[in-house]
């Protein structure tokens, strides 16, 4: 590819590109190999390129290793290749094809990628990589492919031995190389044009954007007589999937695209350790070449954030990642649109990011990229706060240390912007509804309430985000209908915010109100005016919570429960305990057989807790630790329990044989809800499920701490 194709005023010219672009160019013709047969083989003709892009991962072009006449190119005996690059030849297999066809595409149709990723078969085989681009190419302007080297050891311009993790980049020749005219995006990829033919070989090597210091195509081909070439994006990458998979490959796992892109992203952060060799990185020449364009964020606080995000499981959904965009540039739709390059799927977090890039004000950016830095984070936590183990304490840790990269982002900020970031709508796990009792009133003695409803997000953390708070309160009737206008609303938006799952509901109720049945409150099923009305318990969980556990002035819950919650969750079987055990219970019987309870025993009373030996069956099991227990809402007085009372406990007895763990017993009580109220499963009609959980305890009281939400 000599430039002297193109006459002596291209060749200044590319002479000027390539010493403004020097330290770019000599990574960018490091990073490209040349693809031929197995080491060893003779003769050992060129195939194509390729460009290292990950620790002993190489993109090319699927068509690379595939001959004249459409049969795969000769391998050696375990199928490998030879990668040729640094004055060596090392051998590698081919473990992606993003040209073979889908599962569900149909026999000859569906789309075709030309890109194949090779993997080293030496794991310890230092080498530098690419960056590669995490947002499409519109229009180039400073571009270069490259072409990997015919002959071990040409254009290396060194026999000095790779470091680990990055690359010695002295200003070396880095031929062979051509330089791009001019290039923009259309519907078969991004096509380019340059002074000089493109010759045998460039295809899978890469398309380098100079103006972003980053790799943006594959060289695909090139026309023969009008030198212009097309590339296949480095988006197109988003389409690899476990179906590329070659046979006899061990592969990346069940999301290949993310697992790449993660290694990718590592390994260019981990160039910059501090106390390294101290030599220039991929980063330091994007950096020279961008320094002075005014922009609030730049390729270091990219570098951090994509390796940031590289610490975080894959997105559950794509449409998470185009949501989080939308949200984050102020757009209602969130349908994964660039402005600038119409429909593109946005895989992962780190596409995401580049998505960003509108060509907005360096000021405006900033605010977008910390915006949606911040929802990364903060929806991260919400999925992994209730992940048990090291792996759900890890995904905590690194959302934790994404925000607080955020947060120090955030500190330049105007005050309203930063106010308009913080809160992000969280995914909640309940919604708490709580009745404080106030006091009595003067005229007939009846006691008197206040309300609040909070969204739940796990381990004691709520968001109040409604509040009756009055000296005058109401009576219990008056604040439940109070609540319920205003419940259903805020039950289906806490639904939505959770990726459509129904939350569950959380009521928190004095003692005297334990014979609440909170299951069979009836809300409005949308927000339309005149919405039809339907009972919650057949429709999601609902549990009651004790409000004198609350933790109002202790840090500290009750060991005794604690001790009994720690217990429920470790047996290996739940089991129901008859409460009271005989016609008359006597208060130390009562509390005898509830301290003396096995590990897994919940208690189970058929009696009414209103009033009476239920009532104080159910303060004995609290004082004595229990967080889990079952009774009717209409119990029977203090009559001696008959059949019908044998077959209700007999039926407890086969629901706490079910779960697996004591955490499906909201949802299994509420299948029986749904049975009962299709006529099924009568005996469950009105019972209720205490379920207290101590790590995850209800809120202080209104006038500590009461947070109105924005929404």
Not at 560 to 576: D, S
Not at 594 to 616: H, I, K, M, N, Y
Request: a negative charge; one cysteine or more.
């Amino acid at each position: 590819m000599a430039a002297s194709e193109g006459g002596q005023g291209s060749a200044r010219t590319e002479r000027a590109d390539r010493e403004k672009y020097a330290h770019l160019l000599a990574h960018a013709g490091r990073a490209t190999v040349a693809v031929r047969p197995a080491p060893g083989v003779d003769p050992a003709p060129l195939w194509g390129s390729g460009v290292f892009v990950a620790p002993g991962w190489v993109l090319t072009c699927a068509h690379v290793l595939v001959s004249g006449d459409g049969r795969r190119r000769p391998t050696g005996p375990d199928g490998e290749v030879g990668v040729a690059f640094d004055g060596r030849v090392v051998a590698a297999r081919l473990e992606y094809d993003l040209s073979r066809p889908g599962p569900a595409d149909p026999p000859g149709r569906g789309p075709r990628t030309d890109l194949a990723l090779l993997r080293l078969l030496d794991p310890d085989v230092a080498h530098p990589c690419a960056w590669l681009s995490d947002q499409p190419a519109a229009l180039l302007e400073d571009a270069f492919i490259f072409r990997g080297h015919e002959q071990p050891g040409a254009g290396t311009g060194s026999d000095a031995a790779p470091a680990p993790g990055h690359m010695i980049p002295t200003a070396v020749d880095v031929d062979p190389f051509i330089a791009v005219r001019f290039g923009a995006r259309d519907a078969r990829g991004l096509q380019f044009g340059s002074d000089v033919r493109v010759t045998p070989g460039a295809s899978g090597g890469p398309l380098l954007d100079c103006d972003r210091g980053e790799v943006v195509g594959i060289v695909k081909g090139s026309h023969r007589e009008d030198r212009v070439g097309l590339a296949v994006p480095v988006t197109e990458l988003r389409r690899l999937a476990p179906h590329h998979l070659v046979p006899g490959a061990t592969g990346l796992g069940d999301d290949p695209y993310h697992a790449l892109m993660c290694l990718h992203d590592r390994w260019h952060w981990a160039g910059q350790e501090l106390g390294g060799t101290g030599e220039p990185t991929w980063f330091d020449a994007q950096h020279a070449i961008m320094s002075g364009r005014g922009r609030l964020w730049g390729v270091q606080e990219r570098l951090q954030a994509l390796d940031l995000l590289a610490s975080l499981p894959a997105p559950r959904d794509p449409l998470v990642v185009a949501a989080a965009v939308a949200e984050a540039l102020g757009r209602a739709d969130p349908s994964g649109r660039t402005g600038r390059t119409g429909p593109w799927t946005l895989r992962t977090w780190r596409d995401g990011h580049g998505a960003l890039y509108q060509g907005s004000d360096p000021y405006t950016e900033l605010c977008a990229f910390v915006h949606y830095l911040r929802i990364v984070a903060q929806r991260t936590a919400d999925e992994a706060r209730g992940a048990a183990g090291d792996e759900g304490a890890e995904v905590r840790a690194a959302a934790e240390r994404l925000a607080l990269f955020v947060t120090a982002k955030a500190v330049v900020l105007l005050p309203r912007d930063r106010e308009r970031i913080g809160p992000v709508r969280r995914r909640p796990d309940s919604v708490l509804v709580e009745f404080e009792p106030l006091f009595y009133d003067d005229a007939g003695g009846r006691q008197l309430f206040n309300w609040s409803v909070s969204e739940g997000y796990g381990q004691g953390q709520w968001q109040r985000v409604e509040v009756q708070e009055s000296r005058s309160g109401m009576t219990f009737e008056e604040a439940r209908d109070q609540v319920l206008r205003r419940l259903g609303p805020r039950l289906l938006r806490a639904d939505d915010a959770a990726g459509g799952v129904r939350v569950r509901l959380e009521v928190a109720v004095p003692e005297e109100r334990w014979h609440t049945a909170a299951d069979r409150w009836q809300v409005p099923a949308s927000t339309r005016r005149t919405a039809r009305l339907r009972p919650l318990g057949p429709a999601r969980a609902v549990v009651l919570r004790d409000q004198g556990r609350r933790q109002e002035g202790r840090e500290e819950v009750d060991p005794a429960w604690l001790r009994r919650w720690q217990g429920l969750t470790a047996a290996r079987q739940l089991t129901a305990l008859r409460v009271p055990a005989g016609a008359r219970a006597s208060v130390s019987g009562l509390s005898r057989l509830l301290e003396e309870a096995d590990e897994g025993a919940v208690p189970a009373l058929c009696r009414s807790v209103a009033d009476g030996t239920g009532l104080e069956a159910v303060g004995w099991a609290l004082d004595t630790g229990h967080p889990v227990a079952l009774w009717p809402a209409g119990g029977h007085d203090e009559r001696d329990c008959d059949r019908a009372c044998d077959e209700f406990h007999r039926e407890v007895q086969q629901l706490l044989g079910a779960p697996k763990s004591v955490a499906e017993l909201p949802e299994l009580v509420r299948e029986l809800r749904a049975k009962a109220a299709e006529g099924g499963a009568s005996w469950a009609r009105d019972l209720v499920l205490l379920y207290d959980d101590p790590g995850n305890p209800i809120p202080q009281l209104f006038s500590q701490g009461a947070q109105l939400s924005p929404q």
